[in-house]
């Protein structure tokens, strides 16, 4: 079964860390891209940090300098390192996969087509 499953969320204080994880089954995951989406409240979904199947990595503005993407092949898991969280992070954060055909990492959600199912974070003030 093709599968995403994201852990690691919940509530943290402005200025705090948390480490996020998405373990993938049931896909070739070494030949794939991947990609942290968040989508906060009221507002689109947004790409935020991705990485190819060489290990290229692609941040967006907001989370440059603050988060590192990070995968393990060996046991098919993803990560994201966030570090210097605000009250701005809080969203449902989702992983993303789709087969590393262009050779480097995206933020566009549109072409992605295997989603986890999202886990919470909370950053208070």
């Known amino acids: 079964q093709v599968q995403l499953v994201e852990s690691g969320g919940g509530a943290v204080q402005s200025g705090g860390s948390l480490r996020l994880s998405c373990t993938a089954s049931g896909f070739y995951f070494s030949r794939y891209c991947l990609t942290w989406f968040r989508q906060r409240p009221g507002q689109e979904r947004e790409g935020v940090a991705g990485?190819?199947?060489?290990?290229?990595?692609i941040y967006s503005d907001s989370a440059r300098g603050r988060f590192t993407i990070s995968r393990d092949n060996v046991k098919t898991t993803l990560n994201l390192e966030m570090n210097s969280l605000t009250p701005d992070d809080t969203a449902t954060y989702y992983c993303?996969?789709?087969?590393?055909?262009?050779?480097?990492?995206?933020?566009?959600?549109?072409?992605?087509?295997?989603w986890g199912q999202g886990t919470q974070v909370t950053v208070s003030s």
């Open positions: 990485i190819d199947s060489q290990g290229h990595t």
């Open positions: 993303a996969a789709m087969e590393d055909y262009r050779g480097h990492p995206s933020l566009s959600g549109g072409q992605f087509d295997i």
